[in-house]
């Protein structure tokens, strides 16, 4: 199978990190809690710890004292435990999973708040297309009064081909969360689907749509394998790159194989990644807490008892809690 080598994606929303406190307020972000893609069509790599922690994710740091680590998973293992059988089922982290994941919704609308009031000064509850594009402007080191003049009397902006480009991916984005009738006017819930599509059921098709756009080789709007799977264009100079391709390509080809690709047909239609996609999705959420538990069910009961989990606390939650054994009986 040919494994083309051409960029992983070539939107220009993700060319450099943003470097200002107000660029990180009104641009979208690339990542999305609880969403299983990046924005750029790379695989969430913290997808799993996302929506096993939920807000609590800053607390386990790697630096973090292994043991009051323990005890924050063995707390979090008696709430999913519900019916307190000492055992996690599918259903249960099913529930669990839709409640963290529900976490980071919440946690955006909240922060949202905040990033509309800041591109909203004048508080009418409306944010215009030129009133976003002066402030992020602004944002990237132009005068913000020059500019908002310039706009306002219809004159030429002089704006470099990389911030261009950028904007005019913006303003499409724009326009797609604008519901109808359009007035190109967003309010405080559009402008929540602006900077996170996952809210918003057209946004998530639109932000699809992009993703196919950029791996899709042969613009049949489905994607193969091959194309899923293809690496990003660069030389690999020593072993420790090619490993890193190498798992790339792994990570991938599992994941189109075992869980985008649901009729396990070969191809990826938009609407299988859309569902993918979805971070409230019952049914993804049913198949994600299946997954969690096969990977540590080390008596293959289909449950999870609580030295599994602390034994793969790295899966779960990114932190390794060493002699795991020896302290779970006196502490539980």
């Not at 969360?177 to 998530?204: I, Y």
């Not at 997954?291 to 293959?300: C, H, L, P, S, T």
């Amino acid at each position: 199978m040919d494994v083309y080598a051409r960029p992983a994606n070539n939107s220009a929303l993700k060319e450099k990190p943003a470097d200002s406190k107000d660029e990180n307020e009104i641009l979208p972000p690339d990542h999305l809690n609880g969403v299983k893609m990046e924005m750029d069509g790379h695989l969430n790599k913290e997808f799993h710890q996302e929506v096993f922690l939920g807000k609590e994710m800053e607390e386990f740091e790697e630096d973090s004292e292994p043991r009051k680590n323990r005890k924050k998973l063995m707390v979090i293992f008696s709430k999913v435990d519900i019916n307190n059988d000492k055992k996690i089922g599918a259903k249960e982290m099913q529930r669990w999973i839709m409640e963290k994941t529900d976490e980071h919704f919440q946690e955006a609308v909240e922060e949202n708040k905040m990033h509309f009031r800041a591109v909203d000064p004048d508080g009418d509850g409306h944010v215009s297309w030129d009133e976003y594009k002066i402030k992020f402007l602004a944002s990237k080191g132009f005068n913000e009064k020059e500019i908002a003049e310039k706009i306002r009397n219809n004159e030429e902006l002089k704006i470099d081909e990389e911030t261009q480009e950028v904007l005019d991916n913006l303003k499409d984005r724009w326009y797609q969360a604008d519901n109808p009738p359009p007035d190109l006017l967003l309010n405080e819930e559009e402008f929540l689907s602006f900077l996170h599509p996952e809210h918003s059921r057209g946004m998530l098709k639109f932000m699809v749509k992009e993703i196919i756009r950029d791996l899709d080789q042969d613009g049949d709007k489905k994607l193969t394998l091959s194309e899923f799977i293809s690496l990003p264009v660069g030389t690999v100079e020593n072993q420790q790159a090619q490993d890193i391709d190498d798992d790339w390509v792994k990570d991938r080809r599992k994941e189109f194989e075992d869980v985008i690709d649901a009729n396990h047909d070969g191809i990826v239609t938009m609407e299988e990644l859309e569902e993918y996609m979805d971070p409230m999705n019952e049914y993804n959420a049913l198949n994600e807490a299946k997954q969690m538990i096969a990977v540590a069910d080390e008596n293959q009961n289909h449950h999870l008892e609580l030295e599994e989990i602390l034994k793969y606390s790295e899966y779960f939650t990114g932190s390794k809690l060493m002699d795991y054994a020896r302290n779970v009986h006196e502490e539980f």
